[in-house]
């Protein structure tokens, strides 16, 4: 049987070329497909015809908007899902679903092998191959840029060489990636960790500094999911959207970052994110209102570890699993209503209502209705405090 | 002998009334013990003197300024000391300090108990008086609002009644708390969560949408511990002051957030907090780029529950010594420059540069100069992933 | 309406006295609630008669060994529940069932009040009281020993006033609570922690040095619940009661601790758990070889973490219940035998067989057949130490 | 300049072969160095001169065993150091000393690669080599069963043809690695869970069930480390040595698991450790009894993480060394005496005195002199369990 290499495609030059190089490689054919993930740019009839007119005996568009922001975008809002606290895992998140379409098309197309654009050095040759293993172990990987040591330079020249049928884009001096949930950007002059970042890099938000007039909203969640943007009801997809236009236009979610990657090193990236960074911050005050302390207390460690989990690549392991069973299990009253101000490159939460809120009135007041028995506070101290009473008492005598 | 109170004299009505009080129900005297903790507000000496007006005994005061930014705030940057990740433990981490200096009151004048001004359902009362039983337990323990049922009503009316010489403030709306490292304010309408604050709330920032040029500067930190600003040198006091002034000018560092307080309540709060703020922001992007990954993992665990251990009052507990002599441990490399921009209540770290970067340039880079041999990567994902891979695939046979 | 005390009832001299006690306290009635968990000892009839001789206008008495069993028992062992790593949580988990049957009872029988027998100082009243402000905060509590300092001297001296028709025990030395899941003692002489414990402390085991032939068994679990033992069929009562007989005459089951109670003590504490102690063991080994690493290395410190929430009487609390959504998740292929030999005191698993393993003999053969392909491991070595090795040589350059 | 291949010389026949081995297949010189870490059998002057014999142009031997109890063992007893709750880490703390002493020797001896004789699958590669690369980075590493695919069929080949001068030792069925800190076995029929393992298989133990005599025994620590058995004095070398031959003698410390490994699978493996089982089970004892709950709870999870760390190989990481400051920071107090019995197979501690004691009679008491405050519990029990009320109450009403 003729080998059928499944590849990832993007539309772009680098894995355009792939699609002979691949076939040449492994003298087998190659099915391109491509997912929109609300990344915007291109048609995609334009990208499925590209992959054909370069050779793909196959190729296959999917809209997968809904799917990604219902499955992998909520999950990561209830998890309130940042890297180092900073990152909200943009790429992360959408390669464990390319994974999954990839694997369904070479199950129905034949594949024998799939394969990638990502280098190996980042963390995205992870994410998919750790994925590809965990959903369908006997599929081959090829990663050209590492397996042949595939770069930019040799893919030109060989585009040139073979004629192929797309036109030669100069080559840009960012390398990006992006999906509704966010955009990622490097580039040679950020490796200088003194230099800034400079206008040309943003593209999903406008600069800050601009002076807009502040936008206020409220935002509306159902057990952790958000439901309602100013009272109009919304899916996941279409919170994600209207809060990147709406904070994009307010310069919020800007993202300059140093990132500890899984292979090892240190690197530098840029970041773009309103939509999720607006909504993770609604989601985490809301929490604050109706999630019980010791709870919250703990719940933030498992947000942090569930953050390293998708970040390392491990969205299909057994821990991840685990994680999003305790998450869910803390959602089920995240339900009412939070009100931001986003202006320039701010998010600030100014009110929240809940009618699932464990704040209490009566025993917050300090003014009439007051119902907190303040007598009980004298033993709770006395306790609370006891054990570490006792090991001072000792530390003074034993010295 | 006779008893003696050391009370915790803030120079306010409610203290000032409590020194005849205390007086009376004690059958005693009472010591007065004021710190200046960079609260600002009014003369320190003016204090002290009202104090005595009011019929204290003694009336001590300590500029513990530096002390407190030395060895309460600096523990707190290097711990990016943050109660629910956005609290800056302003409150908490000030009174472990005055615990300390009423002690050594207590010591030096022969105190036979301890006072202090706070209610019977807040935080304050637990460090306190876990503060003293666990630096001297011999001391008794008064909480005229708590153990009297001592209320604002009363006070005023005892005032009155003993024609104590002090002038009647008019009831202010706002409880707050302030001193170098932050402000808090507690006030009626907030207890409404949906109300949002105004503006009159604010002392230590200005308006954020003033419109103000941005303000770029520099923070260099030798060990954790902030040295320089703009190649400056500074105390860490004078640090935090020159930071509240500068980020206070753009709005920076306000927190409108509700709580969980030790006691078991959630409560509203309004903070200012720029110093804080800033020098946590600027050293957490430091150790971004000088604590190795899994080290900076651990780290932000630990950073979590030293925070929690501090906001319940255990500052002076075993648990909390560890966690220090942890976070002492990663601090030695976290030495170098950190550029940011503050505007409009942002805070924008844009450039990080240091003897003791971890960023390897060569490793990281995708141009010339690349030394990541890319091949290792391929050993690397494949036993990265390989006991998820083992799981899914039992998974999937035993279903 | 007369007030109705609904009272935790053992059938012992401490509480049949609590019954006129209370009676006269409240000038109310009292409802007598007695559980059936497996303790043995007196039969459960007499037990109900005793009470309504005493004064109670209601007794009632609940078989709950099987609910125990599946409810209480069964979680813990999925959970490895061992507080301090050793204290299986014999009575922490019978607590909240009698909790949940006393507020059952007073809803049923009119109760307004609830009431147990524990004393001040101890976990036992923390985790009845938080069980029932969690449960039904609209019930009073009363405990007597501590409310109206109750001791047992009062009790027989009260006892002997009213003339109560139970026959006066002659003061046992030992204070003991017991259900099937294990056996709790305390008794004065080991307040010396360096007093050895004696003979007669223990019921449920025998001395581990007589010298027994061993034991060895085959316990099965499904899901990480266990279901067969030597391949008969069992509920979870009659595993935990098998156990208990085969561990108890092997002398397996024994423990001698110093516990920090949650009231901020330490104390000396004997216990017999023999059936829960030879569960945890097997259970263990099985999750060893049917939960992946990541997974398993995530779940010892949930496992840490629920046994601390249930020492500390917060069953009822939403933390426990998430950490249990987290552990259910995990026990969906526990499934297995296991073979132990129990003897003289010891619990020796030797032999392990599952279906859903995730031991792959072709994988860890040195033998023919080995799959594993150990040129991967250069890399995976080489990345794995990559972050620390920079760190290292940034360490010796920067000295 | 000729290549110098520093290797971790056993006097086995492996390794023996592996001199002129790595001699031919370099072309370089063969430097054996061999450390004695108390693993007792062949006189290690007859190891090194087995290494010249081979052809190695330099043969140290090193007495490391009082550095290793010191400096590696001490650590571990500090830190609980088991794997898995049950490994006490026997190769994993041998292989960074062994790493220490190769780098130094290469450092003499102008080595320029070092080698080591561990398979591609297991975790003692990685822990070598992560050692080699973060203590000198510029050493090659050459693994010869992993980078040449060598065998132990191709040792024996190569040794007759090149007529190696050392005995032909009939090929054991079993891999070994032993240190004075215990014993590890491997064994083809063991590859099989479900065979328990055969009396061959030990060494440092005694069958448990001969029925010796109980040996009652007191282990003094003085701040976590021991420092004296039955009063009289003894290093760290000389405790583990005798509670080696007396925990052996009741056939103390064996342990049969199924483990983790690193690389991603499970492997049966069996331990013989009775030292180290003996010295944890009494130092965890005394911590018990001299460090406070919080900190006693934190440091359980400490003690996890430094125990998967080193078992990771990561011993020189950064995290580890703040791991270890966290720890040493633990033990000041942990002083005083503990009484255990070993007797067929058991550890039974039964008594604890120290003067550093966090116990208090008088707390805990029931008998006269108890200075407990029992009306402190009330306000205790009330706020402890006051959020979770406030949870369950909100939970009722939304349902």
């Not at 993930?37 to 007119?53: F, H, I, K, P, T």
């Not at 028995?373 to 004298?378: C, E, G, H, I």
């Amino acid at each position: 049987m003729t080998d059928r290499v499944v590849l990832a495609y993007s539309g772009g030059l680098d894995t355009s070329v792939a699609i002979p190089y691949l076939a040449k490689m492994t003298g087998g054919e190659v099915v391109a497909v491509s997912l929109d993930l609300g990344q915007g740019g291109e048609d995609m009839e334009s990208v499925r015809q590209r992959a054909l007119d370069c050779g793909a005996v196959e190729s296959i568009v999917i809209d997968a908007k809904d799917e990604f922001a219902d499955e992998y975008c909520l999950p990561a809002i209830k998890a309130n899902g940042m890297y180092m606290k900073q990152y909200p895992l943009v790429s992360a998140i959408s390669r464990p679903l390319i994974v999954k379409h990839l694997v369904e098309a070479a199950k129905e197309h034949g594949g024998t092998h799939v394969s990638h654009g990502c280098t190996g050095k980042g963390n995205d040759q992870v994410r998919f191959e750790v994925g590809f293993r965990n959903t369908n172990p006997d599929l081959e990987i090829i990663a050209p840029a590492r397996d042949y040591a595939w770069t930019r330079d040799k893919a030109i020249a060989f585009a040139e060489e073979i004629d192929l049928p797309i036109e030669q884009s100069t080559k840009s001096p960012f390398s990006i990636d992006q999906n509704v949930w966010g955009r990622a950007v490097e580039t040679g002059f950020l490796e200088d960790l003194w230099n800034p970042p400079t206008k040309d890099l943003y593209s999903y938000t406008e600069d800050p500094s601009l002076g807009n007039a502040p936008d206020e909203l409220i935002i509306s969640f159902e057990s952790g999911k958000p439901t309602a943007i100013d009272g109009r009801p919304v899916t996941v997809l279409q919170a994600i959207e209207e809060l990147n236009r709406r904070g994009g236009a307010q310069g919020v979610g800007r993202l300059d970052m140093v990132e500890d990657r899984l292979v090892g090193i240190k690197s530098r990236e840029i970041y773009e994110a309103p939509g999720a960074m607006v909504l993770i911050a609604a989601h985490e005050a809301l929490e604050d209102v109706t999630v019980e302390r010791e709870l919250a207390r703990y719940k933030r460690q498992i947000d942090g570890r569930w953050s390293e989990e998708v970040y390392d690549g491990l969205w299909f392991g057994p821990l991840k699993r685990s994680l999003d069973a305790f998450i869910d299990s803390t959602q089920e009253h995240v339900t009412g209503d939070i009100r931001l101000v986003l202006h320039a490159g701010s998010i600030v939460v100014n009110g929240r209502r809940s009618s699932h809120s464990l704040y209490d009135f009566n025993l917050a007041t300090y003014d009439t209705g007051d119902t907190f028995d303040q007598t009980m506070a004298k033993g709770f101290v006395e306790l609370h405090g006891l054990s570490s009473k006792i090991a001072n008492s000792r530390d003074r005598e034993s010295k």
